[in-house]
């Protein structure tokens, strides 16, 4: 049963497609079995890789590290939804807390990509997953944020898993998996980035998350498509207001006068999100840097910390100063403090 | 019925030779003194005239004329007296014309002593320019030493001063100068915690740079600024020799010959006290003072606005010129600047125990006059927290000698660069290799921290000086992370 999903899923088709088939026929053996009398009308390459055994398929998937979940072993907040993937193909860990989606335009401004980036650094530190799509842009800064925060972030793709889009991402999503994120994806192995594959993975993005935070967004950017899948899911959409008169902040400014909830900055995201998921986890549990935890909750001085650590003070200091630039910590009246400065 | 003397005047800390001339005429007996005289020379008339009957001559019933060369070249101040005495002997044939061939300086008293003057340091600078040899007051004789003259007379009469002129004293050895052992005025070693602040001063004596501390009353800010000197390296015989021009030019004792100076001049203290100035002939202010050494701005926040601007250009610019009636000239002030101020006019905002009193609106003012072009002088701005207990019983720290070490081998690597890092210009900067992650977290932070133009070169020319900490030629990542630490946002 599961190893015709596994081969319908090679097939490639648009996701819509498939789950309506699937609807009308009952079973991925019916649908392969039109596909392979020609009922159904697919590509030829298509065709031939319907018919390629479930075994040779899970040898090639093991090798390269990717895992299937089949829809009843997914998280249950994206399994429990109507159009949620029959297959997900799993690079990393995906985790099985809700997350919560930074989403927006590709074409950021530095206004968009520093609030992403600390979004995505708050979301990490506050210990929730953090999912986007890798693009370039918000999508890009928000992995980043996570990263740097030592926080677990999930990229869902609208290639195959094993493709890097854009490629001038390839290390970022290294860094995803190494900070023990997970990069996922509902196309087979080897799919081309097609740009009519990428709004069906919005809802596989907003599926993920509680809550969905766009962050710059055109008047109709593929941001808004994961707004209104989130809407369509019932979860909270937030959104960053901003300039009426720039089209970078349009979308977002349309979502807030429909009823999306504004954001105010990383702290405010927190305190909203908290309502949602409840109050986030210690930092010190989820965080791979000590020094955090050791500056955890009060805020220390520089000698305290040098005591503490016993390194060059040097050292502690050029760590800080790290910690301060991915918005992690900063400083008050001499005392290093959790959290970042700019909206919190 | 004419004799020459040469002696010196002042202008900035620069000596310019001053021909006294004199001549006897046949005609009603009179003293007069020509050539830009202030009161102080006027007088010199009434003290020479005395100090010579005391000494066993006799003034010429004959007009005398005194004409200070160059005419135009304004003077002030006793120290002509010694050579118009000398040259009025040497006119009126009471001794032998030989005694001009000296560079004289000094202030007569009414009994035929001598005292010291101004510009004791002047003298011995132009008389070894010159070749000729040096007769001053003998408190100056070492001052003049150490310009490097070889024949310097030290005189206490008026009378040994006509046989050392002559040539009748005999050659005396060079004074040697006994060696100096100076212990720093706070050694590094007595500041328990506060290692933010005592490495920001370490990484302010390699590169030079200016240190802003702030921080609430009894943190400690005071005393680490006093350490500052104690880290930096002995001055080169050239220093010390520019920073004694500058103090024999303001007429106080000689400094230290191997130690930087320090100076903590009053947030009270005027304009003219701070840069230079004076009523007629410029004198150097505290900024020249602390020439080669450190000025500490105790209070930043408590000095008014007219101070702070005032301070600009020689902070920028490592000299200071001021320009008064009776002359414009240049100063050095190669320094470096320690600011300290409190958080707040309370001094509390922010500690954890003691709650600020400020208002709204006195902070505000409070940060305004702080956030001004001064401000932005400041390479390294730090915080100073009061210190936590565990920290006051700790171990002791390095002792500045430790300390000095590094900074001096980092100082080594600067040469070539033509500067100290503080004084970097941004071309300068640009062609120094900055390692990639170097570049990539510098571009990140100025992304994230809306860093300006004049902060990014800021935080580029500490990096270099952490750098050189580390005896590295190239600006890695962890020398530029470092150096975003001493950004310290202001409050």
């Known amino acids: 049963m599961n190893d015709e999903r596994l081969r319908l899923a090679f097939v490639g088709m648009h996701p819509t497609r498939r789950r309506l088939l699937l609807e009308k026929h009952g079973s991925a053996r019916s649908v392969l079995g039109r596909i392979e009398q020609g009922a159904e009308k697919v590509p030829d390459h298509a065709r031939r890789a319907a018919v390629v055994p479930a075994g040779d398929r899970r040898e090639e998937l093991t090798s390269a590290g990717i895992q299937v979940v089949f829809r009843e072993d997914l998280p249950d907040h994206l399994a429990s939804l109507p159009d949620a993937p029959d297959v997900l193909f799993v690079r990393g860990r995906l985790p099985f807390e809700q997350g919560v989606a930074v989403v927006g335009t590709r074409k950021a401004t530095t206004y968009g990509l520093r609030l992403a980036e600390q979004f995505g650094h708050a979301l990490a530190v506050a210990g929730w997953p953090v999912v986007s799509g890798l693009a370039k842009g918000v999508d890009g800064a928000a992995h980043r944020g996570a990263v740097a925060a030592g926080g677990v972030t999930v990229a869902v793709l609208g290639c195959g898993p094993d493709r890097w889009y854009p490629a001038m991402h390839r290390r970022l999503g290294e860094s995803i998996l190494e900070a023990n994120g997970a990069v996922v994806s509902e196309y087979p192995p080897g799919t081309p980035p097609s740009g009519w594959r990428f709004p069906p993975r919005n809802r596989i993005i907003s599926g993920l998350s509680a809550v969905s935070v766009v962050v710059e967004a055109r008047r109709d950017g593929g941001a808004l498509i994961t707004a209104k899948s989130a809407i369509e899911h019932g979860r909270e959409v937030l959104a960053v207001p901003g300039d009426v008169d720039r089209p970078t902040s349009e979308g977002c400014n349309l979502l807030i006068r429909d009823g999306a909830i504004p954001v105010l900055g990383a702290e405010d995201l927190v305190a909203a999100i908290s309502l949602v998921l409840g109050p986030p986890a210690t930092v010190a549990a989820r965080t791979c840097s000590d020094l955090i935890a050791l500056i955890e909750p009060i805020g220390r001085t520089v000698d305290w910390i040098v005591e503490q650590t016993r390194r060059p003070v040097g050292d502690v200091l050029a760590d800080l100063a790290r910690l301060e630039t991915a918005g992690a910590i900063h400083w008050t009246n001499g005392l290093v403090v959790p959290g970042s400065r700019v909206g919190g | ?491």
């Open chain 2, 1 to 491: 019925m004419f004799a020459s003397v040469t002696s010196v005047a002042l202008v900035g800390v620069e000596p310019q030779p001053v021909r006294v001339e004199v001549h006897i005429s046949s005609s009603k007996p009179c003293l007069t003194v020509v050539g830009l005289p202030d009161t102080a020379i006027r007088e010199a008339r009434d003290r020479v005239r005395a100090a010579l009957a005391s000494s066993g001559y006799a003034l010429p019933g004959r007009r005398v004329t005194v004409n200070l060369a160059p005419a135009d070249l304004p003077k002030e101040g006793s120290a002509y007296d010694l050579p118009i005495a000398l040259a009025v002997l040497a006119a009126a044939g009471q001794v032998p014309a030989g005694v001009g061939h000296v560079v004289a300086l000094g202030e007569l008293a009414l009994d035929g002593r001598v005292r010291p003057a101004r510009g004791g340091l002047a003298a011995g600078l132009l008389a070894k320019h010159k070749a000729l040899p040096c007769v001053v007051a003998s408190e100056s004789a070492a001052e003049a030493t150490l310009a490097g003259c070889d024949r310097v007379f030290g005189v206490g009469s008026l009378a040994e001063a006509v046989s050392a002129a002559l040539g009748e004293l005999p050659d005396r050895p060079r004074l040697t100068l006994p060696a100096e052992d100076v212990a720093p005025e706070v050694d590094m070693a007595e500041i328990r915690g506060q290692m933010l602040a005592k490495r920001a001063l370490e990484v302010a004596a390699a590169g030079g740079h200016h240190l802003l501390m702030w921080g609430p009353p009894g943190s400690g800010k005071t005393m680490l600024a006093r350490a500052l000197p104690g880290i930096l390296p002995d001055l080169t015989e050239g220093e010390a020799l520019d920073v004694a021009q500058v103090w024999s030019a303001s007429g106080r004792g000689h400094p230290s010959r191997t130690r930087p100076p320090f100076r903590s001049p009053h947030h009270t203290a005027t304009v003219a006290a701070m840069v230079g100035g004076g009523s007629g002939i410029p004198v150097p202010g505290e900024v020249s003072l602390a020439h080669r050494g450190v000025l500490f701005l105790d209070e930043l926040g408590e000095f008014p606005a007219n101070l702070l601007d005032a301070l600009r250009q020689p902070l920028e610019d490592q000299r200071v010129t001021v320009a008064r009636k009776g002359a414009t000239v240049d100063f050095p002030a190669a320094l470096q600047t320690v600011g300290a101020t409190n958080p707040c006019p309370c001094g509390f905002m922010g500690d954890r125990l003691v709650a600020c009193r400020c208002s709204v609106s006195q902070l505000d003012r409070y940060r305004r006059r702080l956030s001004g072009p001064i401000i932005d002088r400041f390479d390294l701005r730090v915080p100073v927290p009061r210190i936590d207990r565990p920290s006051l019983l700790g171990p002791p720290g390095e002792s500045s000698e430790a300390v000095r070490a590094r900074v001096a081998s980092a100082r080594r690597l600067q040469v070539d660069r033509g500067s100290l890092n503080s004084a970097l210009r941004r071309d300068r900067l640009d062609v120094q290799v900055w390692e990639s992650g170097a570049r990539h977290l510098l571009e990140r932070a100025f992304d994230l921290q809306e860093i300006s133009g004049r902060g990014f070169d800021r935080i580029r020319r500490v990096a270099r000086t952490v750098a050189d900490l580390a005896g590295s030629e190239v600006v890695a990542e962890p020398h530029v992370a470092e150096a975003l630490s001493y950004r310290g946002e202001w409050i």
